[in-house]
């Protein structure tokens, strides 16, 4: 027999086979409860993260990591882009020109955000833009009059390759009357980002075209920015506006969709809170289990006091029982939520074909796949709360074991 004796006896106790089959069931229940519940919450964390992912990947698919907008003269956008580029993290600097327009075709009329780039350039702080460079993006030539249309505004004004489009660029003159700008532009392409704040707002046209569409209003110039690490946009954008002239400002990507990633953290709390409310009834078992075999070994306590055991070894014995059963469901729910969160594409490819359904859709939604991003803070965090729950839940069950009566659990014996 090994010390302490409090582990001995509860771990004797859990190997032993019980008399009263409902506390056994009782066990298993509470042990696939803790599992299932510690795996779910690993798995739907994953997923989320692969959707944050996804999302994040799509937006800045053709958007840059931050943007330096403000009023200056050529002379200073030009030293303005000396600086971006020879700041540490900056990967790469392009200018750009952006406007609001109103497309129009035949009888379809639709606002936009008409961005004006240099091809040239502007693989440097966009991924999509460098797989079109050599495609559609390779047509906008200065003085060409092309754009290049989302697939969803292409879609709404009913224009495919080759067709002309007019744009309305409202403007007013130096005495405020009303002077709107129209200038017809060739659909030289189309393209697919996969979100709808690209493919159903955003038009791409040659840098000069835009910026003579705009007067050459300095207000619409401005420089975009690709940084090493787009998660360290914040960072970079501060050290960076640090060094700028203050007429110059820098705002990165996580203020310009700030709604979407607060979303999502919101879903993942409120997701995490439910489930683990699942581990917590899981734990109300674990009570109920412990407290049905305090009063079924209520003459084994008795005889352990009689001869010499306190009461804290009393509490121990019961304490290890529900830690060993509390503890076991957590690990295997670990074990089961990690496979399962590194294998959900290959699982979900199975269920489809079995039960011959599609969870997405391909004509619906963008995202086909369910993807998975196991993050082993979360995993930490999860395992650890569940611990913490699953030992709580034996506080009371050992303390009232440790409280009975030697003499009391003995008299009718």
């Not at 709390?269 to 289990?289: Q, S």
Request: proline share 4%; aromatic share 6%.
């Amino acid at each position: 027999m090994f010390q302490p004796l409090s582990i001995f006896v509860g771990l004797r106790y859990v190997r032993s086979r019980t008399r009263k089959f409902f506390v056994s069931f009782i066990t298993w229940v509470s042990l696939i409860g803790v599992c299932v519940g510690v795996a779910a919450l690993i798995v739907i964390l994953s997923v989320m993260n692969g959707f944050e992912t996804e999302l994040r990947e799509r937006l800045l698919s053709l958007s840059a990591h931050a943007r330096v907008t403000g009023t200056a003269d050529a002379a200073g956008w030009k030293d303005a882009l000396a600086v971006a580029n020879d700041t540490p993290g900056v990967r790469g600097a392009a200018p750009y020109v952006e406007i609001q327009a109103l497309a129009l075709h035949g009888a379809e009329m639709l606002p936009l955000q008409l961005r004006g780039i240099d091809p040239a350039v502007e693989a440097r702080v966009s991924r999509a833009a460098a797989a079109m460079v050599e495609g559609e993006l390779g047509t906008l030539v200065a003085g060409a009059d092309r754009i290049v249309l989302g697939a969803l505004v292409a879609r709404q004004l009913a224009v495919g390759l080759g067709d002309r489009v007019t744009l309305l660029v409202p403007t007013v003159d130096a005495s405020g009357t009303p002077a709107p700008r129209l200038r017809e532009f060739t659909v030289g392409g189309i393209f697919e980002a996969g979100t709808p704040d690209h493919d159903g707002v955003l038009a791409l046209a040659a840098l000069e075209d835009v910026f003579a569409l705009a007067d050459h209003d300095p207000r619409a110039f401005g420089l975009q920015l690709r940084f090493d690490d787009a998660l360290a946009a914040p960072l970079r954008a501060r050290a960076l506006a640090a060094r700028l002239p203050a007429n110059l400002s820098v705002r990165d990507w996580t203020a310009d969709h700030a709604n979407y990633f607060r979303a999502i953290r919101i879903e993942k709390t409120m997701m995490t809170l439910i489930l683990l409310l699942v581990v917590a009834v899981a734990a109300f078992n674990i009570v109920a289990m412990l407290v049905m075999v305090v009063n079924d070994k209520r003459t084994d306590i008795a005889i352990l006091r009689t001869l010499g055991a306190t009461p804290a070894s009393v509490q121990g014995v019961f304490a290890t029982q529900g830690l060993v059963i509390g503890w076991g469901g957590v690990l295997a729910g670990v074990l089961l939520g990690v496979l399962l969160a590194h294998n959900v594409t290959p699982v979900v490819a199975t269920l489809e074909r079995v039960f011959g359904f599609r969870i997405f859709d391909p004509a619906v939604v963008y995202v086909t796949e369910i993807p998975s991003e196991l993050h082993w803070d979360n995993v930490w965090v999860i395992a650890t709360a569940a611990l913490v729950i699953t030992a709580l839940a034996t506080v009371h069950p050992a303390r009232r074991a440790a409280r009975i009566a030697p003499a009391e659990a003995l008299r009718y014996e």
